[in-house]
């Protein structure tokens, strides 16, 4: 997002909604680096997500993707140096604390569904 939002001021507003304009900003993205980088970025993290949900609840893997809102906070401030208000941090903070309980939820999930140790396995599984 941040390259993205980097790229889209670097060519500049849209003056009026016309042929030659709508051309000028075709031009202008398809050869600016922070928009190409941008639009890369956002082609991975959705090849990325389609991925991780293949392979695991929708539950656990949707909220994690609320990372990136701490990621591109970051990167806001450090990047494009934007002011980020203590309110916003506090966000950003309790995103955090969002994550780390859902994986920890995952993580109790996981070891509520192994065996114990030292269990004899009956069924299909006991063979692999």
């Known amino acids: 997002m941040v390259f993205l939002s980097k790229g ?11 042929p030659s304009e709508i051309l000028r900003l075709i031009r202008s993205g398809i050869t600016n680096p922070s928009l190409l980088l941008g639009v890369a970025f956002e082609a991975a993290f959705f ?13 656990f893997i949707w909220p994690l993707t609320a990372l990136g809102f701490v990621l591109t906070t970051l990167a ?7 002011n980020v208000s203590p309110l916003r941090w506090t966000g950003v903070i309790l995103i955090m604390a969002g994550v780390g309980l859902i994986t920890w ?10 065996p114990p140790p030292g ?10």
Do not use: C, F, W
């Open 105 to 114: 939820s995952e993580k109790v999930k996981r070891s509520e569904e192994s």
């Open 8 to 18: 889209l001021k670097q060519i500049g507003e849209v003056q009026a909604i016309n």
């Open 47 to 59: 090849a990325t997500l389609l991925v991780l949900m293949s392979r695991s609840d929708v539950s």
């Open 119 to 128: 269990a004899t396995l009956v069924g299909p599984k006991a063979g692999q």
């Open 76 to 82: 806001a401030r450090y990047l494009l140096h934007e």
